[in-house]
């Protein structure tokens, strides 16, 4: 009787915290028991630079951000300082939303034109210019291979995406016919060395992004240079905090992407080492960018046996190519786990 | 206000504030019917009178106790300094043992609240023992300084 009244006021007691906790922390350390045998997924497939942008380059957006962003944007800031690094007239430069969009652009005289597109180049470009109208022919990426192809317009990718190899644009700018377009894709253009602009030519179109070495993706920032390059500007400009985060790396991001640059060549430099001596290569080049094949295995098999180890690259199939696969290369640590797993292949 | 809400915290806590979480029960207890409810609003009721009598004990019956006690060792060993010391220890001792069961019948009296249907989280017991110093306090005051205080002084010779 005494016993029962008694369980019946115990049910009111209350748990004490470490009760309470005591689910939460055993939960807890099983993830952390967990987490020290799990293998974490690895994403070698993402050509976008691995780590945030430089903090104040976000700070620049941040601070447009807060301000007068119920008015149109001025790109004019933005686009002198443009025209000042690359040493051309005002109206030759214009910012647009990424490199993609402003090749969209660039395409859209190429309506009916065949186009001779050095490959393999950049994904998109073949689904580019059909969008435009145009006929993409795939062609080497040499100098006299374009020189002598029958086409209205030439789009180059260099850096090459996925290669990394540079092409001689200068040289081929020089020998292309005058009539012919030259658009060249130079998203990865601080990865590779110093070159002499082209733009002085007619005709042709360069596209630099802020998505690779200025590590700024996700704010859908670039610019194009070359002649009548108005007509590629976006319809009332570009968004205040990507203009200032553009206009902010223009103007102080040179230290960073010079670090980039050199993180990226030693990363390549230390995966050429260590692939020595094994079946697996790629062809030496600038920037983030592999194209790795092996001499015992297709593409396929190679994503896939890295995949088995949570390592996920791009298959050489996204290009037309059976042979290889394209490596985003990240941080010392990534490269030493992608040439351990390719030694287990 | 509810006790969760955010503006009350001046936004600087996203979710809940600190403390204010349910209540978490070894079970989901089952009450009774709203005849032992009541006889528990009232069983707490009482436990809480309990509770202040024997809080208030601290400040006039015990002390006065332990220096009834310290004047009869006083008076048997001849020594006041002995006197003093057994009665100090002594008041001590039950300070410790008179808190050791308010804290009891503070516990008991949370459990007969959430008996009775309350949702009671904290105990009266720190409320209670301040409450009761003050009004100690005060009386000790009117005591010392009007009744037994000046008064002779002041008063017609």
Known sequence: ?345 | MPRNDPTDTGGLFIGRRPGTGPLHYRGAPERGGPGRRRTDALLAAGVLVLEVLVCLSLWGPQPVAWLWVGSQVDYHSGSVTFGIAVAFAGMIATLMLTLAVATRLDRAWRILRRAAGYEQREGMLVRIFAATAVVAGLAFLVWFVILEGPAPSLAPQ
């Open chain 1, 1 to 345: 009787m005494i016993r029962k009244l008694l369980d019946y006021y115990r049910q009111f007691e209350e748990l004490s915290p470490e009760e309470i906790s005591r689910d939460l922390i055993e939960k807890r350390h099983a993830e952390r028991a967990q987490a020290l045998t799990e293998v974490q997924p690895l994403d070698l497939a993402t050509p976008a630079w691995h780590e945030p942008p430089d903090a104040e380059a976000v700070n620049a957006a941040t601070y447009a951000l807060r301000r007068a962003v119920n008015a149109y944007p001025d790109p004019g800031a933005l686009h002198e300082a443009i025209a000042a690094r690359h040493g051309v007239e005002r109206e030759h430069v214009v910012a647009g939303h990424g490199a993609g969009e402003l090749l969209r652009a660039a395409f859209r005289p190429l309506r009916g034109a065949e186009v001779a597109v050095a490959w393999p180049g950049w994904g998109y470009l073949p689904r580019l210019l059909n969008e435009a109208g145009a006929s993409p022919v795939a062609v080497d990426p040499d100098v006299e291979e374009l020189v002598g192809a029958p086409a209205q317009a030439v789009v180059i990718c260099s850096p090459n995406d996925p290669t990394g190899a540079e092409m001689d644009v200068a040289a081929l700018a020089d020998r292309l016919d005058p009539a012919t377009w030259l658009i060249v894709d130079a998203a990865l253009a601080e990865f590779g060395p110093p070159r002499d602009d082209v733009v002085g030519r007619e005709r042709t179109v360069v596209v630099r992004s802020f998505s690779k070495a200025h590590a700024m993706a996700g704010l859908r920032g670039g610019y194009a240079l070359g002649h009548d390059v108005a007509a590629l500007a976006p319809v009332a400009g570009v968004s205040a905090p990507a203009q200032a985060a553009m206009l902010w790396a223009l103007e102080n991001g040179d230290a960073v992407v010079a670090r980039r640059r050199a993180a990226a060549a030693r990363e390549r430099e230390r995966l050429a080492a260590a692939l020595r001596d094994t079946p697996f290569s790629f062809p030496a080049g600038h920037g983030p960018l592999v194209w790795l094949e092996s001499s015992e295995h297709d593409g396929a098999a190679i994503a896939a046996g890295l995949a088995a180890q949570r390592i996920y690259v791009t298959p050489g199939g996204a290009w037309g190519d059976e042979r290889h696969v394209r490596v985003a290369l990240r941080d010392g640590a990534a490269t030493d786990r992608l040439s351990a797993a390719l030694s287990e292949i």
